[in-house]
Each structure stands twice: as C-alpha cells, then as structure tokens.
T-cell receptor, first 116, second 114 residues
Framework: DTEVTQTPKHLVMGMTNKKSLKCEQH?????MYWYKQKAKKPPELMFV???????INESVPSRFSPECPNSSLLNLHLHALQPEDSALYLC???????????????FGPGTRLTVL | AQSVSQHNHHVILSEAASLELGCNYS??????LFWYVQYPGQHLQLLLK??????LVKGIKGFEAEFIKSKFSFNLRKPSVQWSDTAEYFC????????????FGTGTRLAVRP
C-alpha cells in the first residue's frame, strides 16, 4: 500500500480566509512533504518534516504554515493568501527522509486551491 | 545547486512508436534518480528509480531507463507506446547525502495518437 490521501480535493477561498489542507499516510513513513505545482510546471518543494520536525523550509511565505501533529498527519494552514498562490498542493511521504541515502517519495492526489 | 533538464517539452507519437525522453542533471555527486508520471487528472506516480547497481532499470508498464554517469543522463524509454501512455513525465533527482530534497525537471508532455 503506497497511498497518501489529501483533503479536500478542491478548495476555493478568499484572500481574508483561513483554511487548512490535510494529508495522511499509514505506511509508517517518517518523512512528509508539501509541494506546490502550478499549471504545466513541475512540483516545487515547500516544506519537509522528518520525524515530526521541520527539516526544510524552502523560504516559503509565512502565510503558509505547516504542522505535523503526528507521524501520520501533515497539515498546511493557509491565511491571507494571494491569487498567485492558486495551484495544486501536493503532499508526499517517504520512509526516512534525510537520514536515508536511498528513499522514495510517494505522492497524494493533491488539493487544487483557488484564491479569489 | 542541482538542476534537472528535460529538453523535450512536448512529444507527439503514434501508437506502437518507440519513445525516448531525455533527462540530464547537473549535480556531480552521487545521486538517486527517478521518473514519475502524471496521467491527466491523476496524481504523480512512480514509474521507476535508480539508486545503484545495474544502470538499466526496468519500471512499471514496460518503461525502462538507463543511467549513464559520464553523460549525467537518465533517459526514459519504451519500445512501443500506447494511447494510455498519454501523460506528463517528470524526471527527478536527489543527492544521496540529502535524500529528502527532490528536484524535478520541467516535465515532458506526451500525447499518443490512437
């Protein structure tokens, strides 16, 4: 089983709203990731959590706030977003992350976010 | 910083044609290499990966890729494509020393005509 689930599938929000994206995996993976994918572009890494601790923040604006409540869950809290933040937000997980020299990331289906 | 290049942005083939998609990376150290596929409306799926050993790697759905270290390349191949292979294909690389940071190429959009 290599399933990563994400909710919601679609989200429309205004620039003053606060919303959250949720990601879940039950593969026992200890690394989880958030990526942003604009249309016709490759995924771009935003955050990495390894063993529930934030290990990489790719200079993402503070209006995006990640949270890892436990090893199976990863949230992305959104506040005061801009229209240019509209994109597909992908979650991924891998067995060990940076502690492993060989590791494979498995991706969820994504949340398509539209900011009005 | 490492980078990944996919020079074919759009490829159009007829069914049964052979496929080769190019992937070159810039990092000179030891790397892990991946090909992911994104079918229309679906999520990124792993096609194949190379960590070490035999440089010719076989993946799912009849795809294979060859790692040529001297050329910093990891090209994807399939002898005979099907209409269902229509998708976007991404090459991705990470350094063995930082297994979590995956860098993607810009992607190749493949359209297979029935």
């Amino acid at each position: 089983d290599t399933e990563v689930t994400q909710t919601p599938k679609h989200l429309v929000m205004g620039m003053t709203n606060k919303k959250s994206l949720k990601c879940e995996q039950h593969m026992g993976h200890r690394a989880m990731y958030w990526y942003k994918q604009k249309a016709k572009k490759p995924p771009e890494l935003m955050f990495v959590y390894s063993y529930e601790k934030l290990s990489i923040n790719e200079s993402v604006p503070s209006r995006f706030s990640p949270e890892c409540p436990n090893s199976s869950l990863l949230n992305l809290h959104l506040h005061a977003l801009q229209p240019e933040d509209s994109a597909l937000y992908l979650c991924a997980s891998s067995r060990q992350g940076f502690v492993a020299v060989t590791d494979t990331q498995y991706f969820g289906p994504g949340t398509r976010l539209t900011v009005l | 910083a490492q980078s990944v290049s996919q020079h074919n942005h759009h490829v159009i083939l007829s069914e049964a044609a052979s496929l080769e998609l190019g992937c070159n990376y810039s990092y000179g150290g030891t790397v892990n290499l991946f090909w992911y596929v994104q079918y229309p409306g679906q999520h990124l799926q792993l096609l194949l990966k190379y960590f070490s050993g035999d440089p010719l790697v076989k993946g799912i759905k009849g795809f294979e890729a060859e790692f040529i270290k001297s050329k910093f390349s990891f090209n994807l191949r399939k002898p005979s494509v099907q209409w269902s292979d229509t998708a976007e294909y991404f090459c991705a690389v990470n350094k063995k020393s930082s297994g979590d940071k995956l860098t993607f190429g810009t992607g190749t959009r493949l359209a297979v005509r029935p």
